[in-house]
């Protein structure tokens, strides 16, 4: 009996022993984990700043020589100088060739148009926006050219798509300080989104290399209350629907601020996460692993301690059931 007991006391003791060598594994292997994540996602997110601001650079470039451009702002000039504007003026030969200019620059908009100096689209490559009234202040950014690459964008939702829009009006003059009307770009978010894309998801075999997947991407304010994805994410339906996102990383981004935490996600998934503010578009840029992702190695690692000491205590236990067992026979015989 004794014996029996003996051996019941070194499997509980094995097995609480291995219970807490486990856990002490795991919380010593997941500080440098943690750590390394976070090392990982601010160079994500540094690459990722960086590519965004050489699109935005290349924009305002691009932006510039349209305005640059004699023949641009001589038939700009025409339309907007017109006594009278219809809807066939879409198709005359001036506003053809006026397309065909700004058709080179399109690939990061999504359209480009003639406002007068009340705010209505008297031209544009989207001819569904003729006549239409685009405020000059509340939505669309109206701002000299030599103030767009650092003058912060409104964000807000395109009342007639419903998508969100960033848009900026450009004065054309007719001489020193007298101004004709604008030159009105709404960009192309998707083209803006495509820079902080991610990899394709990653494989098993990735994982078993030790890479950890991350999540980016750049949200903004649609209302005092409400953010949303800039744009679709990669690879959604074309009928996706913007939903509003929070979280605490995604709050503290939105105002002005950059830092490292652990929080949960819109999803209420724990995450660790970098963000940083972008104030040109009013945006925020997150980079963001699950901690379930992080952590896989230490928790593999603090498994097969316990599992060990698990198996240990299971042949502790069963080894003083075989000697009582064996003393029982002896004093039988």
Known sequence: MK??????KLSVATLASSSVISLVTYLVAAVPLGAQALTNQQAILNEKQGRIAQWWKEEVNTISKDLQNPKLVERSL???QAKRH????????????LEAILASHAQNRN????????????????HDK???????????TSLDLEELPSTPLNFFTNSISGLPAISVALPIY????KKAGFLAIDLNLRKLNDQIADPAPTTKKTHQDGSIPVKSYLVARTSLDQATYIAPPAQSPPDYKFKPLDSEGIRK?????????????SEGVPVIGVYQYIPNFRTALLVESRQKDVYTSARLMALQIFEVGALLSLLSLAMGFLVDRRQDQTIGS
């Open 130 to 140: 003729f006549a239409a009234y685009q405020p000059l202040k509340n939505t669309t």
């Open 111 to 126: 359209s480009a148009s003639l406002l007068t100096k009340g705010g209505i689209v008297v031209f544009s490559t989207d």
């Open 3 to 8: 014996n029996r007991t003996f051996w019941i």
């Open 253 to 265: 981004a939105l105002d002005g601020n950059s830092n490292q935490e652990f929080y949960l996600n």
């Open 86 to 97: 219809s809807r066939a003026d879409i198709y005359s030969a001036n506003s053809l060739a």
């Open 78 to 80: 025409t339309i907007l």
């Open 174 to 177: 007719t001489g020193p300080q």
